[in-house]
């Protein structure tokens, strides 16, 4: 809706009114129809403000809406009777103009900002680009480079940066719709002709051909085969022909886009990461039923690559760190590798690094002052004891106890403990101050509010924060287990890790399986393997009665842990390297392993590669719902979009098996279960039958076939 007041004699108030973000549904559409006839005939009223309610200007089309028929007024027509009134109009920007709600500011004649406004086309996030005129009007107001800039990556721009570009007109500190009235009031009997973006030219650039050839080669090497950020730059290359052409391109551009699976998934992803918020414990504990403990003060525990990033994430979320490190060497290297990352991130955000928030410890003693602690050291179970050994005997009562293991059991570190209900896991991901995801782990005694605790710290740290359950790799690593064992199975059969990499990178993942496991490290997985025991003797390539590839630990025997040491499953120039060339060792490593095991190499097309990568992980997935370690698909989605570096596009594993047919999902898995009846992560799991069973509902419908969730451990 939209209310409509007359004020200061001649000004007529539009204000959007549909909380908690003034999303433009069909009735705010109708309503901005209706106040501005009534504005624009009241003969009193000499100039327009329109505003939002509650200090938000507009977060932009209701997604909600995209899902069903659209109804009411379209948001294209509403902007241009906007922009075409004969009255001028002012746009009051509070909070957040974004999507069409920027688009909309675009159709008034002048944009009057807060000072701590954000402005935004994040379509691009959605599947979308701007289409109520956005591609359009953007590049003629602050020119096509700086246009494109803000179109493909959907980023939010500061008031300051706003005022700097062109965007807006002014910025205050002050009431900004007190300021966007004065400001009517000043405007009120200038003609509104030469305001309209619509009618701008755009701006004369020496070499817009190669602009666009530059940004569309980075857009699509980015976009890892997104439609939307394409689309997007395409759109605004229209924006160079007449506006009603351009407009026309835009349409085109926008229905191919909106009736996307890409959109689709786009758009769950969004909701996903609201609704992972919203979680739930097996005990009944809620989001909405248990208040968080504030925390002031945090001690980080192990200062190697997991440790700096949180110290540097913590600090930048205003919490006071103590980080602690028993190494000399690496507590020195530590302090200035943290220094100089918050000195890059306070210059990135135009702010002072907060380096008085944090204080240096090679000793636990400071733990008995904290609210809450993350320990980060090795991953080895009896070191990860004795910390929380001392810990306990040294916190204050009511110090929460965490550890960022990534995938040891909870359970265990509470036991050692006199507070095991203090005690849960946050599992932050490498590098722990850029990446979004926080898995926050409960066991089976952990308490809601230590819980609620962990994911509002999280939040405060600027991640999207999931819980689950306690299980060995809780919900990201433990599905990474079958992804990667299929991969290794798959080059032991007759393909090579180029092929295997390049088929999952088509299909959207950052890096495949065989770079990243170079650019992690081999001796990782190694080590934890060998911690579980060595393959039967009776063959290397059995384990626990089922088929197990040791090409990994022949690789790492022969000191290739990947990047670091210049060999993996690539070869790299040098220690260090990260450029991956393809080695004719390796090939011949792979000839020699499968003679000496009797196995034939044979051709493995793309369809397998992807498919036995590919539905192992979900199956896993699968599994993890019905074990309830993970509360929904929404939850596993989310993880493994901001995790692991699954496409966005393709909305999350358990949104893709849905898209794929779950049905077509369990007829391969049986496929390939009977050709490999020794690997057990190919056998469907029985919530994938029971879905199918019942006719394969959409994923949002998932929810009611799951029990309550539950430990496993
Ligand atoms: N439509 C529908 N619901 C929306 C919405 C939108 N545009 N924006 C936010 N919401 C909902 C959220 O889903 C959430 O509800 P839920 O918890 O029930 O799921 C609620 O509003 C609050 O949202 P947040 O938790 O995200 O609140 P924050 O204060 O953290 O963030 C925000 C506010 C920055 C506005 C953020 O919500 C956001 O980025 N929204 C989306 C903005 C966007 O992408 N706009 C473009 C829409 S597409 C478009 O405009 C097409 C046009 O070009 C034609
Ligand atoms: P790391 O090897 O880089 O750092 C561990 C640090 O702990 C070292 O600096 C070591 O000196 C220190 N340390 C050892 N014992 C200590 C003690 N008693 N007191 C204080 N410091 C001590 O390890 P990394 O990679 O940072 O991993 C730490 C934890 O985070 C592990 O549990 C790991 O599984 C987990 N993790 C690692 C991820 C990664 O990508 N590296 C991702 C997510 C979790």
Redesign the pocket.
Known sequence: MAQYSRVSGTVGLITLLNP??N??SAAVRQGIVDMMDKALSDRKVKSVVICGHNGKFC??????EFSSPLTGPL?IPVIQGVESAAKPVVAAIEG?A????L?LALGCHYRIAHSKARLG???V??G?L???G?SQRLPRLIGVPAALDIITTGRHVTAAEALKLGLVDRVTDRNTVDEAVKFALSVADQSPQSRRISTFPCPHHPDLDAVFEGVMQRVRQRARGALAPVACVQAVAAATLPFAQGMERERELMATLFTSGQARAQQYH??AQ??VGRWSMPSGARWDKTKPVAVHKAMVIGLGTMGRGISVALVQAGVSVVAMETNEKQLMDAKQAISSMLERGAKRRGVAPALDKIRYSSDMQPAADVDLVIEAVFEDMALKKKVFQQLSALCKPGTFLCSNTSGLDVDQLASETRTPELVVGMHFFAPAHVMKLLEVVYGSRSSPQAVATAMELGKQMGKVSVAVGNCRGFVGNRMLKPYLEQAFFLLEEGATPEFVDQVLEEFGFAMGVFRMSDLSGLDVGWRVRKADGLPDGHSARIRQGCRYSPLGDLLCEQGRFGQKTGRGWYQYDKPGGQVAKPDPWLQDFLEKFRTQHGLVARRIDHQEVLERCLYALMNEGFRILEDGIAAGPEDIDVIYVLGYSWPPHRGGPMFYAAMVGLKKVLERLEHYHQEHPDIPSLKPCNLLRKLVVSGSPPVQKWREFLQKPQSQL
């Open positions: 908690p973000v999303a433009l977060g932009g089309a209701d997604i909600r948001l957040v974004l999507g069409g709600g688009e086309l994040p379509e996030h959605l979308l701007p289409g109520a956005g969004f909701f609201r609704a």
